[in-house]
Nanobody, 125 residues
Framework: QVQLVESGGGLVQAGGSLRLSCAAS????????VGWFRQVPGKEREFVAA????????YYADSVKGRFTIARDSAKNTVYLQMNSLKPEDMAVYYC??????????????????WGQGTQVTVSS
């Protein structure tokens, strides 16, 4: 069993930055893909970014490429999502998730087995 705890959400002005954290307890991320997703009310959960824990290979949605960076800290068993140049359309609840996904399906929420509780990101214009 893997338990995930997100933190780092909050209120920021457009153009600002936030760093989200996803910490795991119960086991390490070794062998897993860790993904970040976001969701707004009435819409489906949307893929943001993913990282293959063993290799550090990362993958981004086109909407965040060049602005967001996903990274891992092995010593802390934590994955980060650095979000820069935030836009009002980035406002959502952000979730981290863990799964043994194939890389070509890493953007599918159904491929992930464990989810955090979510952290709210609010971007004011």
């Amino acid at each position: 069993q893997v338990q995930l705890v997100e933190s780092g959400g909050g209120l920021v002005q457009a153009g600002g930055s936030l760093r989200l954290s996803c910490a795991a307890s119960g086991r390490t991320f070794s062998g897993y893909t860790v993904g970040w997703f976001r969701q707004v009310p009435g819409k489906e959960r949307e893929f943001v970014a993913a990282i293959r824990w063993s290799s550090g290979t990362s993958y981004y949605a086109d909407s965040v490429k060049g602005r967001f960076t996903i990274a891992r800290d092995s010593a802390k068993n934590t994955v980060y999502l650095q979000m820069n140049s935030l836009k009002p359309e980035d406002m959502a609840v952000y979730y981290c998730a863990v799964g043994r996904t194939a890389w070509d399906t890493a953007r599918r929420p159904s491929e992930y087995d464990y989810w955090g509780q979510g952290t709210q990101v609010t971007v004011s214009s």
